[in-house]
């Protein structure tokens, strides 16, 4: 929403020329007052972007070409969901992007964790291996990268999605660093 300076000058100088002609005509005077047009004036439109309309400008690019990714991706395991979190001890609530493959893989860690808690008494002291997480993700890796450039090479309006999710993230880094006059985290 912009503030239209012309228009407003306008009617303030009409209601100037209305009040100096009223007081005028109180004091029984009849005074003819000569009305120039008013001149030209520019106009001044002031727009500007809250942070928050910044970041649901990343989000909703990075919602379009992950759904477009998902539908391009043949493997089902290296399909991208985001999920909200607000990690403990903070309120803010953070965007966490995960393949399935890496979901299910901190699932099974945290049922094995809570299947040794329960059987710590009664493990005679064999302890049940943990968080083999990063493990099953590394051997998988290459895959997910060659998939990934295979699909940004095969599709270019994946690229321009890519492209455009990145505009937006500078938009709002650019934004943050000039309210917060801080450095980018690249510098």
């Known amino acids: 929403m912009g503030i239209q300076f012309a228009n407003l000058t306008r009617m303030g100088a009409l209601l100037v020329l209305a009040l100096g002609t009223g007081s005028a005509l109180a004091a029984g005077e009849r005074t003819a007052v000569p009305v ?9 439109l002031v727009r500007g972007a ?28 290296l399909d991208i ?9 903070t309120r803010l609530a953070q965007r966490y992007c995960l393949t399935k493959l890496q979901k ?3 699932q099974r860690d945290s049922a094995a964790f809570l299947d040794f808690a ?7 002291g064999q302890a049940t291996p943990l968080n083999e997480t990063g493990i099953r993700l590394m051997e998988r890796s290459t895959e997910y990268r060659k998939n990934l ?28 660093r000039e309210r917060f006059n801080t450095k980018s985290r690249a510098e």
Do not use: F
């Open 118 to 124: 329960r059987d710590a008494d009664t493990s005679n």
């Open 104 to 106: 299910r893989a901190q």
């Open 50 to 77: 809250r942070l928050q309309e910044l970041r649901t400008e990343v989000i909703k690019a990075e919602d379009r070409m992950l759904a477009r990714y998902n539908e391009l991706n043949p493997v089902d395991d």
């Open 149 to 176: 450039v295979q699909l940004l090479q095969d599709h270019p309006e994946l690229r321009q999605m890519l492209r455009e999710r990145g505009d937006a993230q500078r938009r709002y880094e650019a934004a943050r």
């Open 81 to 89: 969901e985001c999920i909200q979190l607000t990690p403990t001890g």
């Open 36 to 44: 120039d047009p008013p001149a030209t004036l520019d106009e001044v």
